[in-house]
């Protein structure tokens, strides 16, 4: 995802929503690194929030608080059930949150063409930029440092593309 391209994409309107369903996106982790979610309703961004905690237990009930407007709305959760995301995704089941869990590093439905999950994801937010079916924030640095400097990459993967590691950045 280019910096142009998220920057148009944050000022133009959508060309359409499929419906206003909430969608829910939370990348995990415990150990000090940040916690951050998203929630949109139909193309729009209309929720973030951002924290640290060590003690899953703890991320649980901050998460539950967060999200409890919308958990009585029809909405899509999905979370990253690797590493120490099983733990709290578990939590937040004992809460009643219904949660996709995905395995970014899975196999990705095209495996000719994607080297996992993530990596076909991140080309499916791309497509949705570029065809005007997804509108991000323009306030928000974070998520564009992440979108936009994580290359799709080819290197050693036999020709499928894989999402270059956040940790390079």
Request: hydrophobic letters at 35%.
């Amino acid at each position: 995802i280019t910096e142009d391209l998220f920057d148009t994409s944050c000022k133009i309107e959508t060309v359409f929503s499929v419906d206003d369903t909430i969608g829910i996106g939370g990348d995990l982790s415990a150990g000090g690194d940040e916690l951050a979610f998203y929630v949109r309703r139909g193309p729009d961004i209309i929720k973030r929030f951002f924290f640290q905690q060590t003690d899953t237990t703890v991320s649980v009930e901050i998460i539950n608080r967060n999200l409890e407007p919308y958990k009585d709305l029809h909405y899509v959760a999905n979370m990253d059930d690797g590493g120490i995301g099983h733990a709290i995704i578990d939590g937040l089941s004992k809460y009643g949150w219904n949660i996709n869990r995905i395995h970014n590093q899975a196999a990705a439905r095209d495996k000719r063409q994607f080297l996992n999950k993530g990596a076909e994801m991140y080309w499916h937010l791309q497509r949705l930029l570029h065809n005007k079916q997804h509108r991000p924030k323009n306030d928000d640095p974070i998520l564009r440092r992440q979108l936009t400097t994580r290359l799709c990459e080819q290197k050693q993967t036999g020709g499928k593309l894989r999402l270059e590691d956040k940790k390079l950045h």
